[in-house]
T-cell receptor, first 111, second 116 residues
Framework: GDSVTQMEGPVTLSEEAFLTINCTYT??????LFWYVQYPGEGLQLLLK?????DKGSNKGFEATYRKETTSFHLEKGSVQVSDSAVYFC??????????FGKGTLLTVNP | KAGVTQTPRYLIKTRGQQVTLSCSPI?????VSWYQQTPGQGLQFLFE???????NKGNFPGRFSGRQFSNSRSEMNVSTLELGDSALYLC???????????????FGSGTQLSVL
């Protein structure tokens, strides 16, 4: 069935460091791909999405490119801030009205 | 526009009891989904409703049930609670008939359920 595998954390970085969180998905069909972010005590918020191969989603300095050949959707940011500390979830859509998520990656950015 | 509202925010129950959680979606949204979040399993899909019809159900026992009302508000119920049901239960809504397939989900802050 549908599945998403993302790099397990926790990830701890210093401010202004480069961030990569790896995400791969099962290749059934041509799903939409998403990154959601969860700040402490809150629900998830959509960070970015891509709906077809080679699309690049971007928001708030974060980027991810839909790579069909490697079934990947890695999240990157060139210079992280303390305010980026959160849990990041990679997700894929399907034809059955649900999102399948990875297990989440906790990011902590230190000043 | 008000966001997705979940009540209550926190709930403490004992084993064997039952619980009902409520979710009010964003006005105009007709698709409502429920997810269970735990540290070990991450986010697990429970069910999705659109216009009062359940369109998909996750791999959870029959103790977990839900419904959606004509105003799109949704409830989920867990009967005969077990310790392992302790989790954050998240509700999400979306505007499109396709629901989570391609559209953005808007999540509530969740109900934190603790089973003692």
């Amino acid at each position: 069935g549908d599945s998403v595998t993302q790099m397990e954390g926790p990830v701890t970085l210093s401010e202004e460091a480069f961030l990569t969180i790896n995400c791969t998905y099962t290749a059934t069909g041509y799903p939409s791909l998403f990154w959601y972010v969860q700040y402490p005590g809150e629900g998830l918020q959509l960070l970015l999405k891509a709906t077809k191969a080679d699309d690049k989603g971007s928001n708030k300095g974060f980027e991810a490119t839909y790579r069909k050949e490697t079934t990947s959707f890695h999240l990157e940011k060139g210079s992280v801030q303390v305010s980026d500390s959160a849990v990041y979830f990679c997700g894929r859509g399907g034809s059955n009205y649900k999102l399948t998520f990875g297990k989440g990656t906790l990011l902590t950015v230190n000043p | 526009k008000a966001g997705v509202t979940q009540t209550p925010r926190y709930l403490i129950k004992t084993r064997g009891q039952q619980v009902t959680l409520s979710c009010s979606p964003i006005s105009g949204h007709r698709s409502v989904s429920w997810y269970q979040q735990t540290p070990g399993q991450g986010l697990q899909f429970l069910f999705e409703y659109f216009s009062e019809t359940q369109r998909n159900k996750g791999n959870f026992p029959g103790r977990f049930s839900g419904r959606q009302f004509s105003n799109s508000r949704s409830e989920m119920n867990v009967s005969t609670l077990e310790l392992g049901d302790s989790a954050l239960y998240l509700c999400a809504s979306s505007s499109d008939r396709e629901g989570a397939t391609n559209e953005k989900l808007f999540f509530g802050s969740g109900t934190q359920l603790s089973v003692l």
